[in-house]
T-cell receptor, first 110, second 114 residues
Framework: QQPVQSPQAVILREGEDAVINCSSSKALYSVHWYRQKHGEAPVFLMILLKGGEQKGHEKISASFNEKKQQSSLYLTASQLSYSGTYFCGPLSGSARQLTFGSGTQLTVLP | DGGITQSPKYLFRKEGQNVTLSCEQNLNHDAMYWYRQDPGQGLRLIYYSQIVNDFQKGDIAEGYSVSREKKESFPLTVTSAQKNPTAFYLC?????????????FGNGTRLTVT
């Protein structure tokens, strides 16, 4: 079953903050986050692992609440380059591969 | 530079024809994946392979077939049995399982079937 992302779309001014949420109906082992610009390939942002470990390489933070089966992506002081569609990909114990949400379209305006 | 190459970028076919999408990686990754993306939708898994000569169905495998004869190559065939094949197809690879290893995506093939 596909995870639920919210909001579906958000428009920001440069420098503002945003939070994107991802909820799953299944117990999670890890959560991936990717950003995709129009017509391009998704780009890896972060992996959050059960137990709190994070693996990522961008100036974006995230949280992973195992009990609530939720993850949130925090974009602070947004830049124009942050525009794109953000996808979460939770990995549950019953699934062997990622199931992606339908995405959150983020637009950062000057 | 290492990466994933998908070709062609755009592909047009007539209904009823099979078509094969190419995916090659030089990252030395064990696992490879095919995803389908429809407008405004997320990515849906078609097939994946964690080792040469082995592959598994994903969520939407009907109407598709794959092979994994070489570590670096994972071609996808869209058969005439696929009822709605027009979509954006993304190939990806990962070093290990997706628990703690990120997916590296190719630039995609946009398939249009008329």
């Amino acid at each position: 079953q596909q995870p639920v992302q919210s909001p579906q779309a958000v428009i920001l001014r440069e420098g503002e903050d945003a939070v994107i949420n991802c909820s799953s109906s299944k117990a999670l082992y890890s959560v991936h986050w990717y950003r995709q610009k129009h017509g391009e390939a998704p780009v890896f942002l972060m992996i959050l692992l059960k137990g709190g470990e994070q693996k990522g390489h961008e100036k974006i933070s995230a949280s992973f609440n195992e009990k609530k089966q939720q993850s949130s992506l925090y974009l602070t002081a947004s830049q124009l380059s942050y525009s794109g569609t953000y996808f979460c990909g939770p990995l549950s114990g019953s699934a062997r591969q990622l199931t992606f949400g339908s995405g959150t379209q983020l637009t950062v305006l000057p | 530079d290492g990466g994933i190459t998908q070709s062609p970028k755009y592909l047009f076919r007539k209904e009823g024809q099979n078509v094969t999408l190419s995916c090659e990686q030089n990252l030395n990754h064990d696992a490879m994946y095919w995803y389908r993306q429809d407008p405004g939708q997320g990515l849906r898994l078609i097939y994946y392979s964690q080792i040469v000569n082995d592959f598994q169905k994903g969520d939407i495998a009907e109407g598709y077939s794959v092979s994994r004869e070489k570590k670096e190559s994972f071609p996808l065939t869209v058969t005439s049995a696929q009822k709605n094949p027009t979509a954006f197809y993304l190939c990806a690879s990962s070093d290990r399982g997706t628990y703690n290893s990120p997916l590296h995506f190719g630039n995609g093939t946009r398939l249009t079937v008329t």
